[in-house]
């Protein structure tokens, strides 16, 4: 679980990085044309490689979580699974 802002927790989806970083992304490229295109002073187009950087790091980062999430997740189901399994005295209370 990754938590928010306010506190609240939210699972990482692979998907959910993917999508964040194309965006960032895109939106980067789209802010670099614009400004080289409208005559901006030569410093304004790099905030859209800061964007796009931004946007790679935060995709990279989402996904190792959600892949991190996931075999945590599969290695809890086993272990419970197998716990289940086991002759525990305790369970036939």
Known sequence: MVRTKRGGAQTPSVAGGIVGAVFAIGFGIFWMIMTSRGGA??????????VAAIGIIGGISNVSKATRYADEQQ???????????SDNPRRRL
């Open 41 to 50: 002073p030569a410093f304004v187009p790099f905030v859209g490689m800061v």
């Open 75 to 85: 290695r809890y189901e086993q272990q419970r699974a197998r716990l289940m399994r």
